[in-house]
């Protein structure tokens, strides 16, 4: 028998995927949460002043296996006059992510979120703060907002399930999410409308936690002695990213390099132009992720990336000192000139030692002339049609500000590279 897993996926590149299931995985799958199911659960709660014409409210803490059991997502199907559903749907990358995430790192899920019920007067089971829900009465929560969460718990506790009695061992997992309660935001109202108030209310005044800002907090937490951030990281292959914005942050302070202060991290001091320090982790990569580096031991990988990097540049500026006394008058030091810049050293490495014979990737003099050669060659017209050449090119408001989209950088690294192999 054949399913659809993910038949409310949300846009981007995801298709539905079919899954073939025997019968018996079936019935075990439509039932793997029954043995958690009561007809009445008598709930923690508290009550809160009203919300929106006088929509009651309360919140609750209940338990994961409660809300798996008992919720129901409105969906938008259809045209607008179709009046029953409005949410979003779900995003089956999200939902995945999220349930190995409890199965592996058995993380806690501190955000409240937001459910209604539709029967009329439900609050009459609240008392000394205590709610008793009863969902053949109250019928299911509905969700406002947190779909995913609850789609990606109810995914881990499949998980878990359907290792029962193979050689996987998930018990811990089970344990913990069997243990894990929410906190949630519980209104009662019949009136759908005010449903999607409250639920574009939500929506319309969250604001994500910007990438840099979570980077720079987990090098915080590493540097308060939290380990497991970086063992997390590297489950994830991610853990580039720490050891590279851990050098970075410490690149930045450095006075003699070209990037003192020049490289953006949240609370931290930078100056005008710079780059972010998630931008910046990713195009060190190509050095972090060169033949030369993964040749060295571990131990010997910072200190090599550090000392090639500010070899690099120093490159640079000792060409076009210029450019680093005027750093507001060029692009070099934005994200377009860092990410371009990164992306040749691969072939200005080459270069050099097919040319020149200069192998040492720490010493300055390695990149020099590649990079005044490359310089010298570049040309184009700005938008207004004046022409410029050589250093100028890089000029902010000159014909650099044509290539500023991922399209044009790839397309101008080419030409710059073709300078070399034409040289």
């Known amino acids: 028998m054949a399913m659809i897993t993910n038949n409310h996926l949300s846009g981007g590149k995801e298709k539905p995927v079919i899954i073939t299931r025997s019968n018996e995985n079936m019935s075990k799958i439509e039932t793997f949460l029954s043995e958690y199911q009561k007809s009445t659960y008598t709930l923690e709660a508290f009550s809160m002043p009203d919300m929106y014409d006088g929509v009651p409210n309360i919140v609750c803490k209940i338990p994961a296996s409660v809300i798996v059991n008992h919720f129901e997502v409105p969906y938008a199907k259809g045209p607008v006059s179709d009046k029953k559903g409005y949410q979003r749907n779900f995003s089956k990358t999200r939902i995945l992510k999220l349930a190995n995430r409890l199965i592996h790192e058995r993380i806690s899920l501190p955000l409240s979120l937001s459910l209604n019920i539709i029967q009329p007067n439900a609050f009459n089971s609240f008392d000394k703060n205590q709610f008793k829900y009863n969902p053949s009465f109250h019928h299911s929560l509905r969700v406002m907002d947190g779909q995913h969460r609850i789609l990606g718990i109810k995914e881990a506790f499949r998980i878990v399930k359907e290792a029962e009695g193979t050689d996987v061992n998930l018990s811990g997992a089970k344990e913990h999410l069997e243990a894990l309660v929410l906190n949630v935001t519980l209104t009662n109202t019949p009136r759908i409308e005010k449903e999607i108030q409250i639920f574009v209310e939500i929506n319309s005044n969250s604001k994500g936690v910007p990438v840099d800002v979570v980077l720079a907090n987990n090098l915080r937490r590493m540097a308060h002695g939290e380990i497991d951030v970086f063992e997390v990281a590297k489950s994830n292959d991610e853990d580039w990213q720490i050891s590279n914005a851990n050098m970075l942050s410490n690149i930045v302070k450095d006075f003699d390099s070209v990037w003192y202060k020049r490289i953006k991290i949240p609370g931290g001091e930078h100056e005008t132009p710079n780059v972010g320090i998630t931008s910046m982790t ?73 040319n020149e014979n200069l192998t040492n990737l720490r010493d ?43 399209k044009g950088k790839s397309i101008l690294v080419r030409e710059l590279e073709s300078y070399l192999v034409n040289a």
Not at 303 to 318: C, M
Not at 381 to 402: H, L, M, Q, R, T
């Open 364 to 406: 300055p003099k390695t990149y020099q002339k590649a990079i005044k050669l490359i310089v010298e060659s570049c040309e184009g017209e700005d938008k207004n049609g004046n022409s410029a050449d050589g250093i100028d090119f890089w000029k902010v408001g000159g014909p650099i500000g044509s290539y500023s989209s991922e």
């Open 282 to 354: 990713k195009y060190l990569r190509v050095i972090t992720d060169s033949r030369e580096c993964k040749l060295l031991r571990d131990d010997a990988k910072a200190e090599f990336i550090k000392s090639v990097f500010n070899a690099y540049w120093d490159a640079f500026r000792n060409e076009y000192k210029e450019v680093f006394d005027n750093p507001k008058d060029y692009a070099i030091q934005k994200a377009i000139g860092a990410d371009v810049w990164m992306r040749l050293w691969p072939m200005i490495v080459q270069w050099s030692a097919d």
